[in-house]
């Protein structure tokens, strides 16, 4: 089966940091662009960081460029986001997802396979 876990989420200050962990199983997952997306109460769905499955090359949204940073680690079939910095209104679950379009995963299209999300709060 596959699978696309999400962990590392919890409580933090504003200005604090968290990692979250995308763990995957059940498919190629060197083949495979992996993307972070948030989703906050009443809010739609964003696309937060994208990395390729290729050359490592990594996209993020405005809102969190200089401060998260998408990583990989295909040995372990996990990516990696680490933020900082955070900010109140970076609170949101995140999950992750697979895709084998790099340049259009970041949008939420043509995504294989969806995972289960982490919360994040941030209090101010």
């Known amino acids: 089966d596959v699978q696309l876990q999400a962990s590392g989420g919890g409580l933090v200050q504003a200005g604090g940091s968290l990692r979250l962990s995308c763990a995957a199983s059940?498919?190629?997952?060197?083949?495979?662009?992996i993307g972070w997306f948030r989703q906050a109460p009443g809010k739609e769905r964003e696309g937060v960081s994208c990395?390729?499955?290729?050359?490592?090359?990594?996209y993020y949204a405005d809102s969190v460029k200089g401060r998260f940073t998408i990583s990989r680690d295909n040995a372990k079939n996990t990516v990696y986001l680490q933020m900082n910095a955070l900010k109140a209104e970076d609170t949101a679950l995140y999950y992750c997802?697979?895709?084998?379009?790099?340049?259009?995963?970041?949008?939420?299209?043509?995504?294989?396979?969806w995972g289960q999300g982490t919360q994040v709060t941030v209090s101010s």
């Open positions: 997802a697979a895709g084998s379009d790099y340049g259009t995963l970041y949008y939420g299209r043509d995504v294989d396979y």
């Open positions: 059940g498919f190629t997952f060197d083949d495979y662009a």
């Open positions: 990395i390729s499955s290729s050359d490592g090359s990594t």
